[in-house]
């Protein structure tokens, strides 16, 4: 009995707090204090390395960069049949396209992200309204058993990092080609804030120390052939490049070694979607002494706001597993990982699945 009562004081604690603080269509006061956040798992075939190590991978880095800020990690197959991918995504609160060697374009991995990109931008705007969080609160308060996905006024943030920057330009463009080559490979820098970058939702409530070791240091690390120019961001020819500028704002940009300006990050006006062409999983957890990559504090403290802040977003999906045998089973904890440098000097630790 008083279990029941404590529910629904809460949902009217939560109701209350929804109707006050909705945003702009962001800003859900959806609390999930056990958020877990997928991360696709991509194909080995360009690894020439992982040969007979599995037939999909995901770099343990980026299990333990979520981890590091309260969430769990459920690997995505980019292969799975629709029907259990979209149950999969009704049960986390968010997903990562981590860095790759793949050839993006037309790939059965860039055809199953476009799929999730197009599911969390209906997810998140479908009838949304106040009244409507409210009710997607309550439901997740008090539904137990697995509920349809509540379309109305749910959260499902989006994260690319490198070649998962490269997929959001390609998906939020719909342009298979607005990607060009830069020489940024194993660089380091500092970024350049973008006038939008401040009022931000990622880097703009960040405390000012870590801003400035973003804006002074040079700890984000470059992995990448291929960019985003702020010149093809920014043309106006064909609907879909218009539509992009008119939805995302560069939050930071940087130039390559031939002084070629490059997007660094980037964030939806509309969506909760976010991505960095650099990488801030490596910083605490690769040690390659080949490449240039920054372990100081400033630069972990750094790269730990970021997961800190996806996370947070990720607290804001109502979403969870119809049970908890089904939750165990999802999880990352089922698997190990290799310990790799010996195969791949760039990752520690890598899963691979058969
Ligand atoms: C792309 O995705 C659609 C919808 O999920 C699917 O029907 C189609 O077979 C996929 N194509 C490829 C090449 O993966
Ligand atoms: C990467 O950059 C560092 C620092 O500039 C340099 O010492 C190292 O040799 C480079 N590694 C490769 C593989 O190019
Ligand atoms: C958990 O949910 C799954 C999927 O709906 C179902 O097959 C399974 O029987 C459930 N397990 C328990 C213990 O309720």
Redesign the pocket.
């Known amino acids: 009995m008083p279990q029941v009562v404590l529910l629904v004081v809460c949902a009217l604690v939560c109701v209350a707090v929804a109707n006050a603080t909705v945003v702009d269509g962001l800003g859900d006061q959806v609390h999930n204090a056990r958020p877990i956040v997928g991360v696709m798992a991509q194909p080995t075939y360009a690894d020439p390395q992982y040969k007979g190590l599995g037939r999909t991978y995901l770099a343990a880095a980026y299990v333990k960069w979520l981890e590091s800020a309260g969430a769990r990690v459920v690997a995505v197959q980019y292969d799975l049949p629709e029907p259990q991918l979209v149950r999969l995504l009704q049960s986390i609160n968010g997903v990562v396209f981590p860095g790759g060697e793949l050839d993006i374009p037309g790939s059965h991995y860039q055809n199953t992200s476009q799929f999730i990109y197009n599911w969390a931008i209906k997810v998140r705007f479908h009838s949304f309204s106040s009244s409507s969080i409210a009710i997607a609160q309550r439901t997740d308060v008090t539904s137990a058993s697995g509920r349809p996905q509540n379309e109305a006024g749910n959260y499902f943030p989006l994260w690319g990092t490198c070649q998962g920057f490269e997929q959001m330009a390609i998906m939020a463009s719909g342009d298979d080609s607005i990607l060009t080559e830069f020489q940024a490979e ?1 660089l380091t820098l500092a970024l350049d804030f973008s006038s939008a970058a401040a009022h931000s939702r990622l880097y703009g409530s960040m405390e000012k120390r870590i801003v400035d070791i973003f804006r002074n240091q040079a700890v984000a690390q470059n992995l990448h052939q291929l960019g985003l120019a702020p010149d093809l961001y920014a043309l106006t020819v064909g609907t879909d490049n218009e539509r992009f500028r008119s939805t995302w704002d560069i939050l930071s940009t940087n130039e390559d070694r031939r002084g070629w300006t490059f997007i660094s990050s980037m964030e939806s006006k509309k969506h909760p979607f976010y991505a960095t062409q650099y990488h801030p999983e490596r910083n605490a957890y690769e040690w390659d002494r ?3 990559l920054i372990h100081s504090a400033d630069a972990v403290a750094a790269m730990q706001a970021l997961s800190n802040f996806l996370v947070s977003e990720a607290r804001k999906s109502a979403n969870t597993f119809a049970n908890k045998s089904e939750e165990y089973a999802s999880l990352i904890y089922n698997f190990a990982p290799l310990y790799t440098p010996r195969i791949d000097r760039y990752y520690e630790q890598v899963y691979f699945w058969k």
Do not use: K
Request: charged residues 50%.
């Open positions: 194993n080949e490449e240039a």
